[in-house]
């Protein structure tokens, strides 16, 4: 109506789009001053000069602009009027700016890895967002008993996910000496320690596992912790009482090659159960036998596995799922999927429809990105093409999109940009981010990342058009700065300090965003001239 033009005249383009937006729908502010959806206020008619003065628009309606407007374009317009800046300066706009983060960035809220001053926060997370700079700090293990390792050592976080001393950062396999199977547990409490700079190692501590139901030593495996971890409030773990008691957090290790020269895959599963006291166990559901004979998937290698929670899926499983996807079958990449059922523990392949497969893969990168909180993907990230997982074939830039409601592939896209992306690279997922540092047939020693929201977007493009864009979308520049609208295209961040990790591939990744830390971990790793790696770093995102 009128307000929008007046406003978008005086050259404030950005709050005319918000009031749009405000006045174009029923709001409680809107309500409360009587306004119909396209129609402006009775009450605040412009004045006979044709102006709308600022000063007779209600306080709760400059916050319901400002939120429309969101943090980013907020803190650009705070200069257009005084009444802007002292809507902004109160701390409780900036709670409201927070609240809006998406996925794993809600964890951030309230961690103490980042500042306690409400604007501060936000631009914490608009910059583990846009993920333009990275600070990195190089860490060692305090326990020999670690050592060097390469062949996808599992990294992740289990625990109560509530204290410091009830959270761990775990550690588990790979390839040492041969096929690892031991597990090193560090409480949080010293990782935020190392993270701060005020701890130079990491205290892991060798953590025996109970039972006898452990899976076959084997490297290539693939870790799923059974967590949401982009849910609200925090992360979400499942529970199953016939498995483990409540409170415990359930990682699903399966798969992997038995023997050296990347043979001999594996179909071995199990469970590794870990209790906030920081006991674990090796679990296999009793509902997965069936007359003496355990469910199982196919044999595979340097796959990836992937939690899919209830809300996401169709009702055929109503406890939610794992979706096994890609890797090696009998030497060879492969694009085939099976499904775990969490509601009865056994194992189907996947019947999973699509107006083309992906490209078969192996050591490739993945993850879920939360679309709304019914709706998600499933994201089949950079990898390998060659039965000899290091050497062999080419690596393969783009990334394919599982709708896992459907189960249908969506599409697959370039999402390399000027990047060399390919396989066995130390990856995690990163808010809406799929991160990735190293790896391709020649390890780099870049890292990379690119928006999963974007690329399942474009994804549903390529299902329309009914073809396959084999460019990179977008290019990436070292530049950019505003990614809140996503970009597929991968985009190099910015080294802040001196230092970082060497050249390597094979090695292990995990996000810090659940526990409150805004950034991520890689250890280990191998270079076909530098060796094996056992050093950690921390990735800590900074930058403006």
């Known amino acids: 109506g009128q307000w929008v033009l007046l406003f978008f005249l005086r050259g404030v383009g950005g709050v005319g789009r918000a009031l749009g937006r405000l006045l174009g729908r029923q709001t409680p502010q809107a309500n409360a001053l009587g306004v119909q959806p396209g129609a402006a206020p009775q009450e605040h008619q412009p004045t006979g000069d044709g102006i709308c003065h600022a000063a007779k628009i209600p306080a709760d309606m400059w916050t319901s602009i400002l939120l429309q407007l969101g943090g980013v374009e907020a803190l650009r317009s705070r200069t257009a009027w005084k009444t802007f800046k002292h809507a902004l300066d109160n701390p409780t706009i900036w709670d409201s700016f927070c609240d809006t983060a998406r996925g794993t960035l809600r964890n951030l809220r309230s961690g103490t890895g980042v500042p306690a001053n409400p604007q501060e926060r936000y631009k914490a997370l608009v910059r583990c967002q846009a993920l333009s700079s990275v600070n990195w700090m190089r860490r060692r293990a305090d326990s020999d008993l670690i050592g060097e390792r390469e062949g996808a050592p599992g990294l992740f976080l289990a625990g109560d996910f509530a204290t410091d001393d009830g959270t761990f950062v775990c550690l588990f ?274 890292l990379a990342s690119f928006n999963m929201q974007a690329c399942a977007a474009e994804a549903g493009k390529v299902v329309n058009r009914g073809d396959e864009p084999r460019q990179p979308l977008f290019q990436a520049l070292l530049s950019r700065r505003d990614h809140f609208k996503g970009s597929v295209g991968s985009k190099v961040a910015r080294v802040a300090t001196n230092q970082r990790p060497e050249s390597r591939g094979f090695g292990g990744g995990v996000s810090l965003l659940p526990v409150g830390l805004p950034g991520f971990m890689i250890y280990g790793g191998w270079h076909p001239r530098i060796g094996t790696f056992g050093d950690f770093w921390l990735g800590r995102i900074d930058g403006q």
């Open 173 to 446: 396999g790979g390839w040492g000496f041969g096929p690892q199977d031991d597990l090193h547990m560090m409480p949080v409490r010293h990782l935020r320690q190392a993270f701060a700079g005020t701890q130079q190692k990491l205290l892991f501590n060798p953590s025996n596992i109970a039972g006898d139901m452990s899976p076959l030593p084997a490297y290539g495996q693939a870790f799923t912790a059974l967590v949401d971890d982009g849910a609200e409030g925090g992360p979400v773990k499942f529970e199953d009482e016939q498995v483990a008691p409540p409170g415990c957090t359930l990682v699903l290790v399966s798969g992997g090659h038995l023997s050296g020269g990347y043979r001999r895959e594996s179909r071995s599963w199990a469970l590794l159960v870990i209790a906030p006291t920081g006991a674990a166990s090796w679990v296999i559901p009793p509902a997965a036998w069936n007359e003496g004979t355990l469910s199982r998937p196919q044999p595979r290698a340097w796959h990836q596995a992937v939690y899919v929670a209830a809300q996401f899926c169709g009702p055929e499983f109503p406890k939610g799922c794992v979706i096994s996807m890609g890797g090696n079958v009998n030497q060879n990449p492969s694009n085939t999927i099976d499904i775990l059922d969490l509601a009865s523990w056994t194992w189907a392949p996947g019947m999973v429809t699509g107006p083309k497969l992906p490209r078969a893969r192996n050591a490739f990168s993945a993850g879920l990105v939360r679309l709304s909180e019914t709706e998600a993907r499933v994201i089949m990230g950079p990898g390998g093409t060659g039965g000899d997982v290091p050497r062999g074939g080419e690596d393969c830039s783009s990334a394919a999109v599982l709708d896992p409601r459907a189960m249908q592939w969506l599409g697959e896209v370039e999402v390399a940009g000027e990047m060399q992306l390919g396989r066995a690279a130390s990856s995690c997922v990163v808010g809406d981010s799929l991160v990735m540092y190293g790896g391709c047939r020649y390890p780099h020693p870049e």
